[in-house]
């Protein structure tokens, strides 16, 4: 009789640990990543995280992926041709990206706009100043589960952008300033219409401040959540609400006022906590004083010219342009060879609705600059949220991303 097969299947027997052995399951790392497009990140940013249960033991942020180039396009472009491209940086708020452009190169021209379009560069600035605190406020409440702040914000937004539509013929990317001032006045009736919207915006504000602020459940996601020192906040280059949020009194309005800041009157909110919840608390109050600054420009604005009277700067008259040989020979040579100016180099910055955004511009006397910098204060934003992102718990890193207010235009240029 042959031998019986022996088919019983046999199992490694698992070896206990010493962490088993006292009543322990041993556990490993986990790596996952979130983004580029991921719905956690709301933009284009990789985060790799080292995860200890929920707990995120590491991070490694990694932007750049929204990168255009816009620093090499601008060097293939007349000075006056940029000011689309500057539109696409933060697009939340373009107007101020406009303003800081063109004070760069009116730095390097030896010149200044009229006094008329000094105040109402600052009005639409600090109209789409509103606009980016607003997105922001949309997108950090909705994220946290507060789907109904969403909406009354965006109606905000949308409130404001249908009054820089009025005035510039664009809903979000305007191109409305022009070196020398803007590209036409304002429209008859619209500071009026400007006054009544910012009063309905600021109801919108202490409803969404009435709302949530005191929710139990968003102070236990944002209160004492990533706080960055005041020490931190200055080392990683932190400019704008966030390094306000962490105590550091500074506002390049202030600080450096440019145009017509220095005549209105308006507060630097601070923080004393530097965390989520104090980022958050800065933007609220920068809205109410954004909403100050404008209604004090509108009051004091007087009727004048809007541009330079100057034919090597700013374009001619269309009637010239159609009727006159002067006028058709300035306009073709502002278009096709662009403004001449002077050889040399520049940095000039402006309070945008991140922080301090700087351009640093070289002239080799020229229509087109040899180089263009861009100092974007979200980038410098983006370098601490490694360190903001350790210790906490992964469903922390929402909220905390949140208040950075990246803004992949900006920070990837």
């Known amino acids: 009789m042959s031998e019986r097969l022996d088919l019983t299947i046999r199992r490694p027997v698992p070896q206990l640990s010493r962490a088993a052995d006292i009543g322990h399951l041993p556990t490993d790392d986990m790596i996952i990543n979130l983004g580029p497009s991921h719905p956690a990140t709301h933009g284009t940013v990789n985060i790799r995280l080292v995860l200890d249960g929920e707990r995120i033991k590491d991070a490694q942020v990694n932007v750049g992926y929204l990168h255009r180039g816009f620093e090499k396009e601008c060097e293939a472009h007349t000075w006056a041709e940029i000011f689309p491209y500057t539109d696409r940086l933060n697009y939340a708020s373009p107007m101020l990206n406009n303003v800081g452009f063109a004070m760069a190169v009116e730095k390097l021209l030896g010149i200044a706009p009229p006094l008329r379009a000094q105040y109402i560069q600052v009005i639409v600035g600090e109209l789409a100043r509103l606009c980016d605190h607003l997105t922001y406020m949309a997108a950090q409440v909705m994220e946290m589960g507060a789907l109904t702040v969403f909406f009354y914000a965006v109606k905000g937004r949308e409130w404001l952008w249908d009054l820089l539509e009025e005035i510039s013929g664009a809903r979000l990317t305007h191109s409305y300033v022009r070196i020398g001032g803007v590209a036409w006045d304002m429209p008859e009736g619209w500071p009026d219409r400007a006054g009544a919207t910012l009063l309905k915006v600021g109801e919108i504000v202490s409803e969404i401040d009435r709302l949530v602020t005191r929710n139990r459940i968003f102070l236990d996601r944002m209160e004492g959540i990533a706080v960055v020192s005041a020490e931190d906040a200055v080392s990683f280059g932190w400019t704008g609400p966030c390094l306000r949020a962490s105590g550091v009194e500074y506002d390049v309005r202030k600080a450096h006022p440019y145009r017509v800041y220095d005549r209105f009157d308006f507060e630097i909110p601070i923080g004393t906590n530097g965390d989520n919840l104090d980022r958050y608390l800065v933007r609220i109050e920068e809205v109410r004083q954004s909403i ?117 235009g900006e920070c990837d240029r």
């Not at 040989?325 to 403004?339: A, R, T």
């Not at 979200?378 to 903001?388: D, G, I, K, L, R």
């Open 292 to 408: 100050r600054i404008i209604q004090q420009a509108l009051e004091q604005v007087e009727p004048g010219p809007v541009l330079l009277d100057d034919p090597r700067v700013v374009l001619p008259p269309k009637r010239e342009t159609y009727n006159t040989i002067e006028g058709l020979i300035n306009h073709f040579k502002l278009v096709v060879d662009g403004i001449r100016v002077p050889a040399g180099e520049t940095y000039s910055y402006t309070e945008a609705s991140n922080g301090e955004l700087g351009f640093y511009l070289v002239s080799d006397g020229t229509g087109r600059p040899v180089k263009c910098r861009c100092r974007p204060p979200c980038f410098m934003q983006m370098t601490a949220m490694e360190q903001m992102l350790r210790g906490q718990f992964i469903a922390d890193l929402v909220p905390i991303f949140d208040t950075l207010n990246m803004i992949g």
